[in-house]
């Protein structure tokens, strides 16, 4: 079936139009768009972007020739309701684009069609199942008058798989709902989907982690399906007006945990062990929004695959697209909690965008709750622009103990930054470096309203880390300090505050150059290394497993402050800032044999950013083990059988 509705259209144009519809939910490949076509006759050569629901999403597609064959070029994303078309001519070379808004466009390609200057122009639809009809709803038609950058895309790819165990990937993930308060747990849902061009057969799969649902025999799972499974099946049912919805499963999703999805042989086809602090998406904590799989290739299981939704609540049963946001690109870019007397905390926001932005209206917050602050009208950013708002004009200071910021558009349906801070020292800033960037660090000096300094290394740096020893031993772990400074250190009260659990005793000083090991288990180590290591520069026992499942390793100096209250009562308060800290990783620029097979993870430069792969490397042991002689006697047969065996 076909149908198109058409105007004849003389020379060059560039027209779009946006897709509102397309109800054809049994054909995958059924079809919608700009169409612009020589004749009327079915064989014609024609120039084409289309909208698709299957899993090819939108492309480009064309006949060169009267009676030839079609072709096809690009991809993006399958946005529905929404996709805004768009067709370009200019002279015999057409192009096609797809966007998320009508004003930033996804190139599809382009080709040379040798069409008549009098062309049909129109909206066509198509199905390929025999005697099926489509019908779409097409709105907005309009010839295209300017084109912004297509800055919005480099936040999301297409939907895909994230592992190459399989074709389903876990798309969604809804732990704290706030579109019903009233329904805030009964709204919790998991989405996945299936990025096969056919079905796929998940009966006796199951999930696991913090929920449990097993797949009921018959769940066949069509090409480009999205399949919500919720803890209340209803009550998701009800608030987002879906169709089928899956469940109930057990157990809840917590702000913090793992989910995974596993065949009927129990095999571990997807695991998602996510968290509600940087790296990973901190908006999706309490603010409303879920988190989504918004860049597959990474892999499920790291962070920089998730992003948070478009909006708060979510998007359940399909692609979570990027809706228009005007204020979208700017971000928490530096802030201060612990000022002293002569300055105040501040919040600075920045316009990475390469196109003025007006922030008048968005909110500032350190809670969800209260605490808001509204920015000022005419508050404008250019690109690159800053602007700074101190606690008298915030209304609310930081917790020097760590907490959280938030930054939300005018309308507070979306968060459009959020950032959740340790223990601050007193008087300095954290900050993104370079501006922009998107992880944040002690910086050297505050600079409100202007381009951030440098980073603030400290003279105490993690060095090296033996986080899985080649005897599958973990007592043969460590972590190593050095002191690149050229004073000495007093270490006392200092912790592990992340990845490995430890404590150092009062009077624990790293001299200028010097260097000291923690240990998992220092009876064990001093025996392994003596002479190298001694009483004195080897500390223990440690808690935990340093990195064996990627975890963070972060080092915190102890803070005391002293206070009097309104009552002449006396108390004392220890913060824990942190000194350092690094999260390492698998293959990439991340060593290639400290994972196991013998080598340690090395700091190449203590002075150098300790969170980036290139700055570690694998320790040197080629020439730590002796060499040692193996001799044998006997006849060489190659392998081949002797004396008739």
Known sequence: QFAFQWQLRTGDFDVKVRVQSLSDALDAWAKAGLMARATLASNSAYAMTVSSPGVQGSYFGFRTLSGGPSSASGTFPNIGPNVWLRLQRNGNRFSGFAGFDGSSWSPLGSTTVGLPTTVYLGMATASRITNQVVTAQFREWADVESVSQPEVFAQVEPPGPSSRTGPISITEIMFQNTLRPDLTNSLEYLEIYNSNPYFEDLSGYRLRGDINYDFPQGSVMPAGAYWVIARDPQAVRTVYGLGTVLGPFTGSLRSSGVVRLEDKLKAVMLEVPYLNRAPWPVAADGSGHSLVLSKPSYGERLAEAWGISDVKGGSPGRFDAPGVEPQRGVVINEFLANSDALREDFVELYNRRSHPVDVSGAWLSDSLTTNFFRIPDGTILAPGGFVSFTQSQLGFGLSAGGEAIYFQNR???????????????????????????????????????????????????????????????????????????????????????????????????????????????????????????????????????????????????????????????????????????????????????????????????????????????DSDETRKAPWTLIEATGLVDNGAPQDGT
Not at 478 to 486: A, I, K, S
Request: hydrophobic share 35%.
């Open 411 to 617: 309308s507070r349906t979306r968060v459009l930054d959020a950032i959740r801070f340790d223990a601050q020292r007193p008087d300095l800033s954290s900050g993104r470096f370079p501006d922009g960037a998107s992880e944040f660090h002690p910086l050297k000096s505050t600079t409100p309203g202007a381009r951030n300094a440098a980073l603030l290394i400290h003279d105490i740096a993690i060095n090296e880390i033996m986080y899985k020893p080649i005897t599958g031993d973990d007592d043969d772990g460590y972590v190593e300090l050095h002191n690149h400074g050229t004073l000495p250190v007093n270490m006392s009260g200092w912790r592990f505050v992340s990845g490995i659990g430890y404590e150092f005793p009062a009077g624990t000083v790293l001299e200028a150059g010097g260097y000291l090991v923690v240990a998992r288990n220092r009876t064990n180590l001093l025996a392994r290394y003596p002479g190298v290591l001694t009483a004195q520069n080897t500390y223990g026992n440690y808690a935990g497993r340093p990195t064996r499942d990627l975890r963070r390793i972060a080092l915190a100096m102890r803070l005391t402050q002293i206070a009097t209250n309104t009552s002449g009562v006396v108390s004392t308060n220890h913060t824990y800032p942190i000194v350092d800290e690094v999260t390492s990783g698998r293959g990439g620029r991340w060593g290639q044999w400290a994972n196991g097979d013998g080598s340690s993870l090395e700091l190449r430069d203590p002075k150098s950013n300790k969170r980036l792969a290139y700055n570690w490397g």
